[in-house]
Every structure is written in structure tokens, then in C-alpha cells.
């Protein structure tokens, strides 16, 4: 539940902290003294729309944190799927709002975006205020009550899963489709260059080895002649390189180069030095012998070559190549282009079938949310009935008509509820006949069946009891505190039949300062609790009758 609620520098708050208790807790004060800023505070935990207007001072940050006690255990899953701190004795959820605009959300002091501070939120805290009232009037949030009611949400998120695995399949057979034609439209063009690039044959690093021939070819006679050249400097002229070393190991074969070091310094090793020089240059003038040998001036092979690379040009300048082997990649495209046009059918038909085995799986499992939706429609009717009448709706007639359609998301139905509340009248949608009084009466009803059913531990109610009075307020007090025998709720109310059934009551005020209007927020005590009820019946000055009236009310 909600224990603690922090605001600073939000409107007309400039630093405010509340404790919760448990159980009803009702919020009462003056018109525009504050009680719709705290209730628009609370929401931006819920991940409502940051604005910069609410900062009262733009040199601070507009800040709100809630702190909630005993989080169930049946939220670990989605903390854990956040990878957020799991601490359930006491989850601190926080947001900041700075003057430039930027919006921060944290979830026990972690960083999180709004989706995931929305997440957790939605699943703590259920604010009730006119903007949900009129969302019941619209035929998703209808649907959304009778799938609530059903515990349809394992059914659904199972249809919903086959339904996204049927559109990624359509999606597929629209663009094999789309891909088909356009590969049939092109068909000629590509058999035409997939039979010139088939007798070229192009093959993988054809071109740049043919390249490199062309130049040895082209200056062969050179090349060789060079290559001779060292050859003969390293090993057969008579002052060759290996004659000249072999005769320098012989003059210092007999020098003793232990005389030249004093103690402590390394061997130079020379002879082991030029015997590895001298295996290193023989090793390098057989590879140069050998390129020499292989150097041949041929004419008819240069030509042929040449002919060979001019080809391979001219056909990557036709098909615009410019990438290594790119004439051998466009000849493997085409081909696989051409044999699945070629096979093109099959494959479709395979998965056209595929599809539809894929929707009688899927009309199957809207047939079955269908049936229980049917039947969770007309218990919700009766049992909506019987909750609603008591509060001043005695003629009142309530159907849910669920009415099949074409496959979506939500599965085929739609959901719309009718009412009538008068004798000899048509059921008709909710919201052509309900006046607001009605409708606030009809919201707390489903709100109070509801709430038996959500594990959601805290249900805020902004002046919920709005357009009634007298015994039809009571009993309207009445539900929501047997609401809050299991749970805890939060009150905003003008009503004292309804205020007096709290267990504890938050007075929200104005006052003025040096420069400014604040709002604030005391808890009463019970004899200001007293008083405040007084007041709310008789108006700003309590008289002994207002007095005498509230007592009896919180007896």
C-alpha cells in the first residue's frame, strides 16, 4: 500500500509529506485548495505528461516520491523482468522534473524510462477520477472490465501471442507475393544477364591473379634480366655475395674474440651470427633463382590474358561492380532470383496453407475468450445489478452486449454495455442515457466488484460521489469503506455521509505567504475531524445542529 507520499515544489506545494494508513482515507478541503495538484502529482508516478509549468520555482527541481509497504509478492516477476532492486517492505518510486523540461523516473534508486515507471506503477496504485469515468463510456474499456471480470488475461495474452504469429506470416506472404511479381516482371532481364555473366564464368579472385600475370607478362624480359642480375651478385659472379662471406668466415675463423671482452659481457657470437647470415642469403637467392626461372616471355599468353582482364572490365563496368568478385556475387543473386521465380509457387502455396492452418488455430481461441466473455457478461450484469441498485437506482436494467466481428488484436468481440434506468425503457449505451450522478454511481459499483478481483493495493476515488446526496452518499461511503476492509482507498469527497466513514481524514488548505499562495495538507485530529464534517454539512459556520448532525454520522 501507499505509506508515504513526498511532493516539493509542484504548484502550489511547496514541501509536503503525507503518511498513509490503510483502510478509507478520506481528503476534504475547499474548492481549489489543492486536492486535484496532489492527485496530478501522484499521477506523474503513474507516468502522466511532464510539464515545466508545474515547477513553482525554476531554480529547484519539482520532485514526487511515493513510498509503498508490503508490495505483494505477485509483482516480483515484472521488477525481476526490469531487472529492478526487489525490496517489498518498502519500494521507493521517484520523479524529478528540472526547468528545462528533462523528466528522470526512478524505481529504488534506479534510473527507468516511463514505460517501466508506468509498469510498476499501474500495478500499485488505481486513480479513479472523472477522465476514468468517462473511459467507461468507450467500448475497449468495457471489454477491458468483462475480461477483468472473466480472468480472461492468460486466454487473452495466449490468443494475443497466435494472433501476432498469424500477422507475421500474412506480413511474409504479402511481401513473397509482392517480391514474386516483381521477380516475374523482371524475369527476361534477368535470364538475359544470368546467361551472359554464365559464359563469361567469372571466377572467385580470377581477376586479380590474371592482373598480376598481366604485369610480369607485359615486362618479362625486364623482370628477368633483374632477377639474373642479383642471382648472379649473390652467389655466382666471383666476388659474389656468398664467395665474399664465405671468405670473411675464413679470416675470422682463426681470430679468438674471448680476447676482446672483459667479464660480464654477452658472447657476441659472430660466427653463429654469419652462418645464420649466410643460410638466410643462400635461402634468398634460390627464391630469386626460382622467380627468375619462372619469369618466360609469352606473347600468345599475354595476349590471351589480356583479352581475358579487357572482358572482365567491360562487364563489371556493364553491371556497375565495383566490389572484389562482385560479377561472381551478381551471377549467384540472379541465379537464386531466377530458380525462385521458378519455384516461387510452391513455396507460397506452403504457406498459404500454413496460414490457414495458423487462423483456425486463431478462431478457435477467439471462439473460446468468446465463450467466456459471454458468460462473464451476464454474471457481470446480474451482479452489477444487484450492487448498483441499492444506491438509488431501483428501475435499473444492465445488459452487456457482446457481439461477434471480424479477428483482432482483443480477439472478434465487442463489448458494449446497455442500461436503462427507468421502467419501459430500452436498454441503450451507457453513455446516451446516464446522467453524471448515474454514471458516478454505476463507476463505484464496478470499481467495488472490481476491486475484489485486481490485486491492486491502493484505489484512489476523486469525488467519485459527485451529483448525489443524503442516503445515496451514505451508501456510497458505505461500499467504499467495505472496499477498503481488504485494501486501502483514498478518498477525495465533498460528501460528509461519505467522509464520515474513514478511518482517517486529511484536511487540504490554503494560506498565504510573503509572496506567494501555498497549499497544505494537516491530518485531523477527531475533533477537527468532527468540525470539518460540521462544516461540510452546514457550510462555513459550524452551528450546534451541524455539530449534533456529524457526531451521529460517525457513530
Same mark, same amino acid.
Given at each position: 500500500m501507499l505509506s508515504k507520499l513526498t511532493i516539493r515544489n509542484y504548484a502550489l506545494i511547496d514541501s509536503l509529506s503525507l503518511d498513509f494508513s490503510d483502510g478509507l482515507t478520506i481528503i476534504t478541503g475547499e474548492t481549489g485548495a489543492g486536492k486535484s495538484i496532489m492527485l496530478g502529482a501522484l499521477s506523474m508516478l503513474l507516468g502522466a505528461r511532464a510539464e515545466t509549468r508545474v515547477i513553482a520555482d525554476s531554480n529547484a527541481k519539482s520532485v514526487v516520491e511515493a513510498r509503498f509497504s508490503n508490495v505483494a509478492p505477485s509483482l516480483r516477476s515484472v521488477f525481476e523482468q526490469h531487472q529492478l532492486d526487489w525490496i517489498p517492505e518498502e519500494t521507493i518510486i521517484r520523479r524529478e522534473i528540472s526547468a528545462s523540461g528533462r523528466s528522470r523516473a526512478f524505481v529504488n534508486d534506479s534510473p527507468v524510462n516511463l514505460q517501466t515507471l508506468s509498469d510498476i506503477t499501474s500495478l500499485l496504485v488505481d486513480i479513479h477520477s472523472q477522465h476514468s469515468t468517462l473511459s467507461l463510456l468507450q467500448g475497449r474499456s468495457q471489454?477491458? !472490465?468483462? $475480461?477483468?471480470?472473466?480472468?480472461?488475461?492468460?486466454?487473452?495474452? $495466449?490468443?494475443?501471442?497466435?494472433?501476432?504469429?498469424?500477422?507475421?506470416?500474412?506480413?511474409?506472404?504479402?511481401?513473397?507475393?509482392?517480391?514474386?511479381?516483381?521477380?516475374?516482371?523482371?524475369?527476361?532481364?534477368?535470364?538475359?544477364?544470368?546467361? #551472359?555473366?554464365?559464359?563469361?564464368?567469372?571466377?572467385?579472385?580470377?581477376?586479380?591473379?590474371i592482373e598480376k600475370e598481366f604485369d610480369i607478362l607485359s615486362d618479362a624480359d625486364e623482370i628477368r634480366e633483374r632477377l639474373s642480375a642479383a642471382y648472379r651478385k649473390m652467389d655466382i659472379s666471383d666476388d659474389s655475395a656468398l664467395m665474399a662471406?664465405?671468405?670473411?668466415?675464413?679470416?675470422?675463423?682463426?681470430?679468438?674474440?674471448?680476447?676482446?671482452?672483459?667479464?660480464?659481457?654477452?658472447?657476441?657470437?659472430?660466427?653463429?651470427?654469419?652462418?645464420?647470415?649466410?643460410?638466410?642469403?643462400?635461402?634468398?637467392?634460390?627464391?630469386?633463382?626460382?622467380?627468375?626461372?619462372?619469369?618466360? =616471355?609469352?606473347? %600468345?599468353?599475354?595476349?590471351?590474358? =589480356?583479352?581475358?582482364? #579487357?572482358?572482365?572490365?567491360?562487364?563489371?563496368?556493364?553491371?556497375?561492380?565495383?566490389?572484389?568478385?562482385?560479377?561472381?556475387?551478381?551471377?549467384?543473386?540472379?541465379?537464386? #532470383?531466377?530458380? =525462385?521465380?521458378?519455384?516461387?509457387?510452391?513455396?507460397?502455396?506452403?504457406?498459404?496453407?500454413?496460414?490457414?492452418?495458423?487462423?483456425? #488455430?486463431?478462431?478457435?481461441?477467439?471462439?473460446?475468450?468468446?465463450?467466456?466473455? !459471454?458468460?462473464?457478461?451476464?454474471?457481470?450484469?446480474?451482479?452489477?445489478?444487484?450492487?448498483?441498485?441499492?444506491?438509488?437506482?431501483?428501475?435499473?436494467?444492465?445488459? %452487456?452486449?457482446?457481439?461477434?466481428?471480424?479477428?483482432?488484436?482483443?480477439?472478434?468481440?465487442? %463489448?458494449?454495455?446497455l442500461t436503462a434506468f427507468n421502467k419501459n425503457q430500452m436498454p441503450m449505451p451507457l453513455g446516451k442515457v446516464a446522467s453524471g450522478g448515474e454514471m458516478s454511481r454505476l463507476m463505484l459499483? %464496478?470499481?467495488?466488484?472490481? =476491486?475484489?478481483?485486481?490485486?491492486?493495493?491502493?484505489?484512489?476515488? $476523486?469525488?467519485?460521489?459527485t451529483g448525489v446526496s443524503g442516503e445515496i452518499a451514505d451508501k456510497m461511503g458505505a461500499m467504499m469503506q467495505s472496499m477498503a476492509m481488504g485494501k486501502q482507498v483514498l478518498a477525495i469527497t465533498h460528501l460528509p455521509q461519505v467522509a464520515a466513514k474513514g478511518v482517517a481524514h486529511l484536511y487540504v488548505y490554503k494560506e498565504d505567504s510573503e509572496s506567494r499562495t501555498v497549499s497544505n495538507v494537516r491530518t485531523l485530529s477527531e475533533e477537527e475531524r468532527l468540525r470539518e464534517i460540521a462544516r461540510m454539512i452546514s457550510g462555513s459556520s459550524v452551528t450546534p445542529e451541524a455539530l449534533s448532525a456529524a457526531k451521529a454520522l460517525m457513530a
Open positions: 471489454l477491458e !472490465v468483462i $475480461d477483468s471480470f472473466a480472468d480472461n488475461s492468460s486466454y487473452l495474452a $495466449d490468443y494475443r501471442e497466435a494472433f501476432a504469429d498469424y500477422r507475421r506470416l500474412h506480413s511474409a506472404i504479402r511481401r513473397r507475393r509482392e517480391e514474386l511479381e516483381s521477380n516475374r516482371k523482371n524475369m527476361a532481364i534477368m535470364a538475359f544477364q544470368l546467361e #551472359q555473366l554464365d559464359k563469361l564464368d567469372p571466377k572467385p579472385g580470377e581477376l586479380e591473379s662471406l664465405a671468405e670473411t668466415v675464413e679470416h675470422l675463423r682463426h681470430v679468438d674474440f674471448s680476447l676482446f671482452s672483459t667479464p660480464g659481457d654477452e658472447d657476441p657470437a659472430i660466427m653463429e651470427r654469419l652462418s645464420q647470415v649466410g643460410v638466410e642469403l643462400r635461402d634468398i637467392a634460390d627464391t630469386v633463382r626460382g622467380y627468375c626461372e619462372s619469369v618466360n =616471355s609469352d606473347p %600468345v599468353r599475354l595476349s590471351k590474358i =589480356s583479352q581475358r582482364m #579487357q572482358q572482365l572490365y567491360e562487364a563489371e563496368k556493364y553491371f556497375r561492380i565495383s566490389e572484389k568478385d562482385g560479377l561472381v556475387k551478381l551471377r549467384d543473386e540472379l541465379r537464386a #532470383q531466377v530458380n =525462385s521465380v521458378n519455384c516461387g509457387d510452391s513455396d507460397l502455396a506452403e504457406m498459404e496453407a500454413e496460414a490457414r492452418r495458423k487462423a483456425r #488455430q486463431l478462431k478457435m481461441k477467439a471462439n473460446d475468450l468468446t465463450v467466456r466473455r !459471454v458468460k462473464a457478461a451476464g454474471d457481470f450484469a446480474e451482479l452489477l445489478t444487484l450492487t448498483a441498485i441499492p444506491l438509488g437506482l431501483p428501475n435499473l436494467h444492465f445488459e %452487456v452486449a457482446v457481439t461477434q466481428g471480424k479477428l483482432g488484436v482483443d480477439g472478434q468481440d465487442t %463489448v458494449e454495455f459499483s %464496478v470499481k467495488s466488484i472490481m =476491486s475484489g478481483r485486481m490485486d491492486m493495493p491502493t484505489v484512489i476515488f $476523486d469525488e467519485i460521489d
